[in-house]
């Protein structure tokens, strides 16, 4: 796990209104703990189960590891982040050992636990336990689900696929956050705060077209602005005289759409390299027949297999 001094807030971060609304339930379960289980007398009452978990859930770049962080910013604590990649173990019975052992850490430092890509641990368990990784894998959610009920601190699950989580997770996690796509009025305010008060920006920069074009993510724009950033360094000219142009930020969040769109491209999944036009936008007949040529390949290959299993049936 990583132990991070949070630094971002909420100031930070730009939401849709009915993302906000959730986060402001959630951050008001925070301030009220105390007040419920330990004033109210209710935590003799039942001492299991205190834990403060949440689901942020939702598409990539959409804030989800940003608001965990400026959580803890505005709880005063530091931030332990977790990944699946970091805590997984190759020798039996020690993945389990290290999920026990972060939340005994994540108390000895009174932290707010952040799972990222929490889907990954907290998957479904397989009723099927032939293998030994089932086993543990199994192991692993189970001890997950232990120490959650008897933690009594904040703890919050990022996931891109929250439908993989295993339904036992759904009691003990009081509330879920779902982070959306920002619309066009959220996108405008999360080009200007990517740029820092000394970023020298040209006068034909329009923030407001950049929202209306692309309908893309807060992390997909992060991105986009430190492409333009280097696209302008880079210009043959002395350094005071560069600025970023809308150019800039046009040409960057267009190669930005066509690597996420690369990196989507699965012939057997039917899904097809669609490549965005000067506009962002994918279609047109050169689309067509490339989706049309998906869908051939697949058919071909099967026609093949049968043509060769045939023959070897006459034979």
């Not at 724009?221 to 930020?249: W, Y």
Request: hydrophobic residues 50%.
């Amino acid at each position: 796990m990583e132990s991070i001094a949070p630094r971002r807030t909420f100031a930070d971060v730009i939401l849709p209104p009915a993302t906000r609304r959730a986060l402001d339930i959630a951050l008001a379960q925070v301030t009220q703990h105390d007040l419920i289980f330990h004033r109210w007398g209710l935590g003799e009452r039942h001492p299991t189960g205190l834990a403060l978990a949440f689901n942020f859930a939702g598409p990539p770049g959409t804030g989800k590891t940003i608001c965990a962080e400026a959580i803890a910013h505005f709880l005063g604590r530091r931030l332990l982040l977790v990944r699946y990649a970091e805590l997984e173990s190759m020798w039996m019975g020690e993945t389990p050992k290290n999920v026990a052992s972060i939340f005994r850490t994540a108390r000895d430092q009174k932290a707010v636990l952040l799972f990222d890509e929490a889907d990954a641990i907290a998957a479904r368990r397989s009723t099927s336990i032939d293998l030994g990784f089932q086993r543990e894998s199994n192991t692993t959610v189970s001890v997950l689900l232990q120490e959650l009920e008897w933690y009594n601190g904040v703890v919050i699950f990022a996931t891109n696929l929250a439908a993989n989580f295993d339904p036992a997770f759904e009691r003990r996690i009081q509330t879920h956050v779902m982070f959306e796509m920002p619309a066009e009025v959220e996108r405008a305010q999360i080009w200007r705060v990517q740029l820092h008060h000394s970023t020298p920006v040209a006068a034909d920069v329009d923030f407001q077209v950049l929202a209306r074009t692309y309908e893309v993510s807060g992390g997909d724009i992060r991105n986009a602005v430190l492409k333009a950033a280097l696209a302008a360094a880079a210009e043959p000219v002395p350094d005071s005289m560069k600025r970023i142009h809308q150019h800039h930020f046009e040409a960057s969040i267009r190669e930005v759409i066509a690597a996420k769109q690369v990196m989507r491209q699965s012939l057997f999944a039917g899904e097809t390299l669609v490549l965005p036009d000067s506009n962002g936008v994918a279609g047109g007949p050169a689309s067509l027949a490339r989706r049309l040529l998906v869908y051939a390949l697949p058919c071909a290959a099967l026609l093949v297999a049968l043509i060769a299993l045939a023959v070897a049936l006459l034979k």
